[in-house]
Structures are given as structure tokens and as C-alpha cells.
């Protein structure tokens, strides 16, 4: 399995890039999102990387961050959501703007994605409703993950060692991660940070996923 790709942009396509690493030219597809947020031809990049295979199909597909990749993962599970419909998804909304919508239950704003009907909108939304926190919280705070690391001439450029500080206390860690991802949904941080303390105080050991999920449930208008 190929993981992730670093190299020099030797090519860019409407639907793929050309990646160099070490001489080996590697197509990736990627969303027009992640098209667009990649750097120019001739500079270097690197990419999370999904690897499809069929009896007719190998294909590579990139990512800037590990969010979008679980996303595309997921998204690739429905019933009638291939890759090329997970990278018009992705595409359209993004993978923040995707966990919203999942979140809400706004199929209506995954439908506005190119090829994407009603009927498999509705699908996504209703499959993976319970997956949105699980995915939130695997960027931490502001929803996001870590983009795969740069590379620059050829090395990559890594963020510095952070072992001699001592990491939070986990439970305010998950409510501050899970008030991030509430935050980043729409919801107001007044509303979101007291559904976050309600469910911390009724389960104090709940981790970032629980505190979203119960979190929402709180916050969802009520019938």
C-alpha cells in the first residue's frame, strides 16, 4: 500500500498531478480542492495517498491531510459513491464542509457536488451520521488534521519535537477539541462550549468523539 507520496510536480491535469520521487513519476487524482491548494509545476509537494485497485484499475488518489483521506475513505463506502464521486464531494464542500453536512443532516448540500443526485445524498448523510465526531476528532482542534509535511528540494521540513512539554490534561484537552469542532460546524461557542460541559458533566471521562456526538444531539433543533 502507498501511503503517502513527496516529490517535484513535474505535471498538473484537470483531475491529476504528476509527481516525481526520485526519478519514478507517479499520477495522482486529487479533488479540485486539493488541486488548487497544491503548489505550481516544478515546486515540491507531499500527499496522503489512497491506493484503488480493480481487476481493470490501478489508481492512485492524494490527499492534503489525513481527515480528507478518512473522509474519502468513508465516503467510498455508500452504496454508489466511487472515487470519482467521494473527489466531487470532496471537492465541492471539502472535508470540513462535509462533516457539517453529515453532522446536520443537510444532504442538500452534498447534492450541489457534480453527479451526485438526491437519492445518493440522502445515502451518505444517513450512513455515515455517526461517523462525523469520530472523524472531527482526528484533527483536534479546528477540525482539521495535520497536512502531510512539506518538502523542500528534496527533504522534509518537520515540525520541531515537543516532548519536553507536557501534554494537557486529557479531559479538558477533548472538551477544548470538541469545542473546535462545534465551533467549526456553526454553532456559537457560547451554545457549543455549554453542550460541551453539560456532557462532560454528566460523563467526565468522555473523550473528543462522545463529547461531539452527545454534544450534537444537545444542540440539534428539537421537533
Known amino acids: 500500500?502507498?501511503?503517502?507520496?513527496?516529490?517535484?510536480?513535474?505535471?498538473?491535469?484537470?483531475?491529476?498531478?504528476l509527481i516525481d520521487v526520485g526519478g519514478l513519476g507517479y499520477l495522482v487524482h486529487c479533488s479540485e480542492r486539493t488541486l488548487?491548494?497544491?503548489?505550481?509545476?516544478?515546486?515540491h509537494t507531499a500527499l496522503y495517498t489512497?491506493?484503488?485497485?480493480?481487476?481493470?484499475?490501478?489508481?492512485?488518489?492524494g490527499f492534503t491531510t489525513l481527515v480528507e483521506k478518512e473522509w474519502h475513505r468513508l465516503l467510498t463506502g455508500v452504496q454508489g459513491v466511487g472515487?470519482?464521486?467521494?473527489?466531487?464531494?470532496l471537492g465541492s464542500l471539502g472535508p470540513d464542509g462535509v462533516a457539517r453536512a453529515v453532522a446536520?443532516?443537510?444532504?442538500?448540500?452534498?447534492?450541489?457536488?457534480k453527479g451526485i443526485g438526491p437519492k445518493t445524498a440522502q445515502r451518505v448523510v444517513n450512513e455515515l451520521k455517526d461517523r462525523a465526531a469520530?472523524?472531527?476528532?482526528?484533527?483536534?482542534?479546528?477540525?482539521?488534521?495535520?497536512?502531510?509535511?512539506?518538502?523542500?528540494?528534496?527533504?522534509e521540513s518537520m515540525p520541531p519535537a515537543t516532548s519536553a512539554?507536557?501534554?494537557?490534561?486529557?479531559?479538558?484537552?477533548?472538551?477544548?477539541?470538541?469545542?473546535?469542532?462545534?465551533t467549526n460546524l456553526g454553532y456559537g461557542p457560547g451554545d457549543g462550549a455549554a453542550a460541551v460541559a453539560r456532557v462532560a458533566g454528566d460523563n467526565p471521562g468522555a473523550?473528543?468523539?462522545?463529547?461531539?456526538?452527545?454534544?450534537?444531539?444537545?444542540?440539534?433543533p428539537k421537533e
Request: hydrophobic share 45%; net charge negative; charged share 20%.
Open 36 to 43: 488548487q491548494a497544491l503548489p505550481a509545476t516544478g515546486e
Open 50 to 61: 489512497d491506493l484503488v485497485v480493480r481487476e481493470d484499475l490501478m489508481q492512485l488518489v
Open 83 to 89: 472515487t470519482k464521486a467521494s473527489l466531487a464531494i
Open 134 to 155: 469520530e472523524v472531527m476528532a482526528m484533527g483536534g482542534p479546528g477540525g482539521g488534521a495535520q497536512a502531510a509535511p512539506e518538502v523542500t528540494g528534496g527533504t
Open 104 to 113: 446536520l443532516g443537510d444532504w442538500n448540500a452534498v447534492k450541489v457536488a
Open 1 to 17: 500500500m502507498i501511503g503517502r507520496i513527496a516529490g517535484r510536480i513535474d505535471y498538473r491535469a484537470p483531475d491529476h498531478v
Open 165 to 182: 512539554n507536557p501534554p494537557p490534561e486529557a479531559g479538558t484537552n477533548a472538551q477544548a477539541e470538541a469545542l473546535s469542532a462545534l
Open 207 to 220: 473523550d473528543t468523539a462522545v463529547l461531539i456526538r452527545s454534544a450534537l444531539k444537545i444542540l440539534a
